[in-house]
């Protein structure tokens, strides 16, 4: 899967800020409760529940609006730390569409479908599975709805 990441990644020519890589524990998979470890199947299961309450813990697991709150809590703090070393580094100069910074979040599939109905401004995360599938090691472009 990494190999695989990597051939995109070098396709996508997106240039890394000073090789920088940050663990981040905010992008971790979300806890499936009494279903960790199980088939995979089950998560089907917490997704019906989902679509019909997003803050719901049933199975013991993580609320997709929990999992919704870390990671976009995230986003907004790199966007202002990112946004800050910018700004330093081109005191004076025109901001282009080449010089916004751009930033590659790799998690798990789930979390960052939840991630992304925060950026299309979907009202909760209850939605995240009526999304396009998000394919193993492939990349996908964030961009926050008005």
């Known amino acids: 899967e990494r190999s695989i990441f990597a051939d995109e990644l070098a ?5 890394l800020y000073n090789d920088d890589i940050i663990l981040e524990t905010r ?19 917490v997704w019906n529940i989902d679509l019909k309450d997003a803050d719901h813990t049933e199975f013991h697991v993580e609320s997709a609006n929990s999992v919704l709150h870390r990671t976009t809590k995230l986003v907004l ?26 930033c590659i979040l790799v998690a798990h599939g789930d979390v960052l479908q939840i991630l992304q109905t925060g950026f299309l401004r979907h009202p909760d995360a209850s939605r995240h599975r009526n999304l396009e599938h998000l394919e193993t090691a492939s990349i996908r472009e964030l961009i926050l709805h008005e």
Request: charged share 40%; with cysteine.
């Open 27 to 45: 992008l971790r998979e979300r806890f499936f409760g009494d279903l960790n470890g199980g088939p995979d199947t089950r998560y089907r299961d």
């Open 77 to 102: 703090e790199l966007d202002e730390i990112l946004e800050r070393q910018q700004s330093a580094q081109s005191k004076g100069s025109a901001k282009t569409e080449d010089s916004c910074w751009k």
């Open 11 to 15: 396709k996508s020519k997106i240039p």
